[in-house]
């Protein structure tokens, strides 16, 4: 067996193991080693335990699937008909954030996937002249927001956002004040966005000014969404 992967339970009595043909849960007191997930292709596959390390999430050929590690075999796929790229779990483990479009092109937009296989928009709706959610996004340190950067508001300008994972429908707000084209970026992109460790405030990187550098720049959230 060739393994291309591996982890702890949290309470160390199962290991499990990625492989050919898939994820087995092997069980350190009896030696048996199920296979959970079966691959359905070769390559571009992983899996990622759920902080309390109860579940585990498996992205394989941009789909999506979800369970606990007892043994019995994973058949729930998150947001059936979408198209994932990345996914991270929420720092209590009651779910999954991503990115992802429906069918096979459209807009990437950022999900949030509870246990029970509720899946909604976080980022809200894009018009036709505006793009996409960009590759990072940030989740709080008590799991009830995400920080995404997107062309959301304009075309011309990445922006970050906070969306709320609490509300039943979209709830966002832009961080960042408003932004100036710049002489040599006239684009005037946020780059980066992260939280402070007691999730109160958030710091991201932009050229914000009509200016050719980049600024470090915190924005506090209390009392936002």
């Not at 339970?9 to 350190?28: H, N, Y």
Request: proline share 4%; hydrophobic share 40%; with cysteine.
């Amino acid at each position: 067996m060739c393994i291309r992967d591996r982890d702890w339970s949290a309470d160390g009595a199962q290991i499990l193991l990625f492989s050919q043909p898939g994820l087995r849960v092997l069980d350190t007191v009896s030696g048996a080693a199920p296979v959970v997930f079966e691959l359905s292709g070769p390559s571009g596959s992983e899996f990622s335990l759920s902080p309390g390390a109860g579940h585990v999430a498996i992205e394989t050929q941009n789909r999506l699937y979800g369970g606990g590690i007892d043994g019995r075999p994973l058949a729930d796929k998150i947001g059936s008909g979408l198209t994932v790229f990345d996914y991270e779990w929420t720092p209590d483990s009651s779910g999954l954030v991503f990115r992802a479009f429906v069918g096979s092109a459209g807009q990437m937009t950022l999900y949030h996937a509870t246990l029970d296989d509720t899946v909604r928009v976080l980022s809200g709706v894009f018009g036709d002249e505006v793009g996409k959610v960009r590759e990072q996004f940030a989740l709080s340190p008590d799991s009830t927001r995400a920080l995404y950067l997107a062309d959301q508001d304009t075309g011309d300008f990445v922006e970050v956002y906070m969306a709320d994972l609490l509300c039943e429908t979209a709830s966002v707000q832009r961080v960042n004040g408003e932004i100036t084209p710049g002489i040599d970026e006239p684009e005037g992109d946020v780059f980066a966005a992260t939280w402070s460790p007691d999730g109160t405030m958030v710091m991201y990187q932009a050229s914000q000014d009509a200016v050719s550098y980049t600024h470090l720049r915190a924005h506090e959230t209390r009392g936002n969404l």
